[in-house]
């Protein structure tokens, strides 16, 4: 690798954390801005709103990395026996996600109907 090549590996990172902070700073500075002016005409500043967390949604990830985990284990287990395995493993995460994502489903139509 020459000097221009070394230089420009080095260049590439610096410049994207320069301007990635540099891209913070001018956001929180319009932020703060909108807001002295709001300030200044009397207005009231909107209430942050907080984060919240949905059950669903956890749960359907949840169901679906289990579902991934067990996937990856059962390939595991068949290639630790089998020797031709090219396309278990793609095959068998996928199965098993979509096995996951199906039971989420489930369980939140379940949860729906005994909340309504």
């Known amino acids: 690798m020459g000097p221009q090549a070394a230089a420009v590996a080095i260049a590439i990172p610096i410049t994207a954390i320069l301007g990635f902070v540099g891209m913070m700073i001018i956001l929180r500075k319009f932020d703060n801005d909108e807001k002295m002016a709001l300030i200044e005409k009397g207005l009231a500043l909107p209430e942050k709103q907080g984060s919240k967390v949905n059950p669903a949604s956890a749960l359907r990830w949840g169901c679906l990395f289990v579902g991934v985990g067990l996937g990856i284990f059962v ?26 994502l199906l039971i989420s489903y489930y369980v939140q139509f379940k949860l729906d109907e005994k909340n309504k």
């Not at 287990?77 to 493993?89: F, G, H, R």
């Open 75 to 100: 390939a595991n287990m068949i290639a630790s026996v089998k020797s031709d395995t090219e396309a278990l493993y793609p095959a068998l995460i996928m199965i098993f996600g979509g096995l996951g």
